[in-house]
């Protein structure tokens, strides 16, 4: 069974895995990061999605194996010193969450696609979370989150 | 002076724990080795089970035991039908797994129990399984052909029922108008994102079972008469539940199952699906073929409808499968007055997955049925399609108003909403480009769709439900517990699943009350501890158990009052409640009720006969249903050259009576107008004629995605709802039941002078232009 070293959150394990091993269950059932949820079984949904070495990815499609050496950051680390990060409460004030399931891989999606565009049009939103299914909200206060978590996080990183 | 609670956007108490992964779905929690199952499903649609053997992988490495359905022939039951609707109703044996029968693809005949899911989906493989094949029923009017292969012995007309009311063959007889058309509803999978999970754990004499499910109050009680297990050694915990829309209202095979596997084994066991299983598995929606006649005046003035629905109900009837056709029984008039009216529905069975609740339930159809129709007529008789509506619905000074359905409207004013919805819309401006674009012949054409619904919420009033034979009640209780400390704990028998409850619970407990809204914790879920309770479905959370919390908190204000005046020494009646403080009239004399839940807890200085508690409960069972209504607006434009269909605006105004949170009702109805909206342009389960599903995973079966839907504009009038004192209507299906025909009627609308009178849902691309091309031809 592979050995594989990976850090999840800022912590570092060391597992054995096998082969065939998904890196959502790896997540979720070995190391009990249940934020990251499984929607679906062909990577349509986006529930599961991470960040692995700072690009997102569907963790279901993932393996464990194809993990080593890599840095994820799941929904429960995106927060710094007890506090959310600015998407997950730009996702609260917009009320862009119902049943909350498909939350995670909506965040970690929407923070991805602000490194290619730091302040997307709501064109741009929809195209880029595409591969994020919600069945709840109709996606109109998720597309306004994520224009607000834009312009906070904009200023966050404007040199002042 | 604390503000009213009621009426603000309040941010949900329910985010922060979902936003940052802290959650608790069913396939999160665990117990000390805890087992996995995992069921092989039979791949035939119909055929009758020669063997099963299980022996090869009870041998493999972590399986733990394996049980084909004969294993539990003995103990699992028949899965239950909750409303047999008619006297003709045939209820076939359900076992939650095969013995004998398959009957529809993805029918349980055996499971694997093992230590991890990896091993127990290896298992599977081996198992052994020996069909010899039946003929697949897959269409409901062959299958009620006299020649067609029996899903069932007793054939396979489930149910026939009908309604009458007023003299139709008057209403048709010379009548200037007759529309008759025939509709089909598709066959719908709801798709929550979570998928199902169960988990269930024994200790030897009590159960404790998780459920992904909206009901877990009634699911206790059915799990208790199906297994015999007695219901007070079942305790039912719904923890976080990832959406429902229905498909989560249900007594699943999965369900009694892994409670049996518990006892059986004396441990643990958990079950998740995977989305494929789940699009086999999870009951369906909608699939009705309808039949529909109006008679009306040469100015449009209906005379009589006449509707005839065939409704699949698959294989089997599951809790509420045939109530949910007869939901729509009384609504296919809609808010429009009329002499006649008759309603038959006869349920068939097929070889297919059973339908159930989905968003809606019953409603979308009707509401579709009628929509589609008043459009059509508009069109027979060359008017608005709002003037035909106009010219019909119910005046607002009309309400109350007994409908020729027998359903009393209470409340409502359509010519408000309209008013308001053409305005947002620029309605005749949009049909200004749209006979600028007909002139022209642009290959895009532009579309407009009407659609002025109603519906029936709050299900529902226990007398009404026992009048429909339903197997249970409508009330819904509340309990309000005053803390030591002050601070306030509701519980409630709602099960929550993404409606923000937490939040709205707490801000009509702050205002009754008079406490901070941060001080209310609500609970809800479990069966130990919100001890009764009916569950969310049918929009009647608010409706029924919004004002259970109001009543609650009425009876604990007055115990509070009581010992208030017994601190104060006066009497009761001298005492006025204000921002959370009883104050002596004409004094500056008070007590806070956070001083009097401390007075009570000590219980030092309690008058004769009160009790040293600051708390109650109450349940509520409305009088009559309530009645949401509205009116929504789509334009489409329409590609005539690739038949690709784009929604450039969607406008709605909906009246759901007095609103709690403006921005939950935001969302719910931002929500149900994208679930109508696939049903119009996405979204089809599609079993081939062998029973097979074609649509087993996301890629098959297409939610819309962000990039496929616009953005929408809402608007709200407010006429209260007369019965419940919140005068709340209810919301979580308005936005579905609206959008479908809305969205339907523009297409049809932009297609009219090629010639095209409908277009069957899903209108993809290929249906458009497939329907382009036959009046090309």
């Known amino acids: ?160 | 002076m604390t503000t009213q609670e009621v009426g603000r956007p309040r941010r949900r108490k329910e985010d922060a724990r979902l936003l940052t992964g802290r959650t608790q779905w069913t396939d999160n929690l665990t117990r000390p080795g805890v087992l996995h199952v995992m069921f092989l499903r039979s791949p035939m649609a119909h055929a009758r089970i020669e063997r099963v053997d299980v022996s090869a992988a009870r041998g493999l490495p972590g399986v733990v035991a394996a049980f084909s359905g004969r294993d539990f022939a003995g103990e699992q039951g028949s899965l239950p039908c909750a409303w047999p609707v008619s006297e003709d109703i045939v209820i076939p044996d359900h076992p939650p797994m095969a013995v004998d029968e398959v009957r529809y693809v993805g029918e349980a005949v055996a499971c694997v129990i093992a230590t991890d899911r990896y091993r127990a989906a290896d298992a599977l493989d081996a198992i052994e399984v020996d069909y010899e094949p039946l003929p697949a029923v897959v269409d409901m009017n062959e299958a009620l052909s006299p020649g067609s292969p029996k899903v069932h012995e007793a054939g396979n007309k489930a149910f026939s029922a009908t309604i009458t009311s007023g003299d139709l063959d008057a209403a048709f007889r010379d009548a200037p108008v007759v529309i008759d058309r025939t509709y089909v509803q598709q066959r719908l999978i709801p798709t929550a994102m979570e998928p199902r999970a169960v988990m269930a754990d024994t200790d030897g004499e009590s159960f404790t079972v998780w459920s992904s499910t909206q009901i877990p109050h009634v699911l206790r009680v059915m799990l208790a008469v199906v297994t015999g297990i007695p219901e007070h050694r079942i305790r039912v915990i719904a923890p976080d539940v990832g959406g429902g829309f229905g498909s989560k209202l249900q007594v699943t095979a999965e369900e009694v199952l892994c409670l049996l596997l518990a006892r059986r084994l004396g441990r643990p066991v958990k079950w998740t699906e995977s989305r494929s299983e789940g699009n086999l598995t999870v009951h369906h929606g909608r699939d009705q073929i309808q039949h529909i006649r109006l008679a009306a005046d040469a100015d449009g003035r209906i005379r009589g409808l006449q509707v005839s629905l065939l409704a699949d109900m698959g294989a089997y009837l599951m809790l509420v499968t045939p109530g949910i056709p007869m939901l729509g029984a009384s609504l296919f008039n809609s808010i429009y007055k009329m002499d006649a009216y008759e309603f038959n529905c006869t349920g068939v069975f097929t070889t297919k997955m059973p339908t159930d609740a989905y968003r809606g339930a019953g409603r979308p159809e009707a509401t579709f049925g009628i929509e589609r129709t008043m459009d059509e007529l508009a069109a027979e008789l060359d008017l608005d399609p709002i003037e035909v509506r106009r010219r019909n619905w119910i005046r607002h000074e009309e309400f109350p108003y007994t409908t020729i359905a027998g359903l009393t409207y209470d409340s409502g004013n359509y010519e408000a909403a309209t008013d308001k919805a053409l305005s947002l819309f620029g309605y005749d401006k949009l049909r200004a480009e749209q006979a600028d674009r007909r002139d022209r012949r642009d290959p895009v054409q532009l579309g407009i769709g009407v659609s002025t619904y109603t519906e029936m919420c709050g299900l529902a009033p226990s007398r009404m439900l026992g009048e429909a034979n339903y197997g249970a009640g409508g009330w819904e209780h509340a309990s309000v517990r005053m803390l030591p400390t002050g601070k306030v704990e509701v519980i409630t028998g709602t099960s929550p699943h993404g409606q923000g409850h937490v939040t709205s619970w707490s801000q009509i407990a702050a205002d009754a009350l008079g406490v901070p809204f941060e001080d209310i914790t609500v609970l809800h879920g479990d069966t130990a501890v919100a001890h009764k309770g009916m569950d969310t479905y049918g929009s009647r959370s608010l409706v029924i158990g919004g004002v259970a919390v109001v009543k609650a908190c009425d009876k604990v204000r007055e115990k509070a009052r009581k010992l208030a005046a017994h601190v104060l020494e006066c009497s009761p009646d001298d005492l006025d409640f204000e921002a959370g403080a009883f104050k002596v009239r004409g004094t500056d004399q008070s007590r806070t009720i956070q001083e009097l839940a401390y007075a009570a807890f000590t219980a030092h200085d309690l008058p004769d006969g009160v009790e040293a508690r600051l708390d109650s409960d109450a349940t509520f069972d409305p009088d009559n249903y309530s009645f949401p209504h509205g009116t929504h607006l789509c334009a489409v434009e329409v590609d005539t050259e690739t038949g690709m269909v784009k929604i450039r605006s969607y406008v709605a105004v909906d009246d759901v009576g007095t609103v709690i949170n403006p921005l939950i009702v935001e969302g719910q109805v931002h929500g149900g107008i994208a679930q109508g909206i696939a049903q119009a342009l996405f979204e089809e389960a599609v079993y081939d004629a062998d029973g097979n599903l074609l649509t087993t995973t996301m890629a098959d079966y297409l939610l819309p995605s962000a990039a496929d839907l616009p953005s929408f504009t809402l608007d709200r009038t407010e006429t209260p709802a007369t019965s419940n004192p919140l005068g709340a209507k209810g919301v979580g299906e308005a936005g579905t039941i609206a959008s479908t025909p809305a969205v339907v009627n523009a297409i049809v609308d932009a297609l009219r002078p090629h010639g095209i009178d409908d277009v069957r849902m899903p209108c993809t691309p290929e249906r458009v232009w497939r329907a382009l091309e036959g009046v090309r031809r």
């Open chain 1, 1 to 160: 069974m592979p050995r594989i070293t990976v850090t999840v959150d800022g912590v570092t394990y060391e597992e054995d895995v096998e082969p065939r091993l998904l890196l959502v269950h790896l997540l979720r059932e070995r190391l009990g990061k249940t934020g990251t949820p499984v929607g679906c079984d062909t990577s349509n949904c986006g529930a599961c999605t991470v960040l692995l070495d700072g690009k997102s990815v569907k963790s279901c499609s993932v393996l464990a194996a194809q993990a080593d050496g890599c840095d994820v950051v799941t929904i429960e680390g995106l927060g710094a010193n007890g506090s959310m990060h600015p998407m997950q409460r730009a996702f609260h004030e917009e009320h862009a969450l119902q049943c909350g399931y498909c939350t995670p891989g909506m965040v970690m999606a929407a923070i991805d696609l602000l490194r290619d565009d730091p302040d997307p049009s709501e064109e741009t939103i929809r195209q880029g979370l595409e591969g994020n299914l919600c069945r709840c909200t109709g996606y109109c206060n998720i597309v306004r989150a994520v224009r607000r978590g834009a312009q906070e996080m904009g200023q966050a990183v404007s040199p002042s």
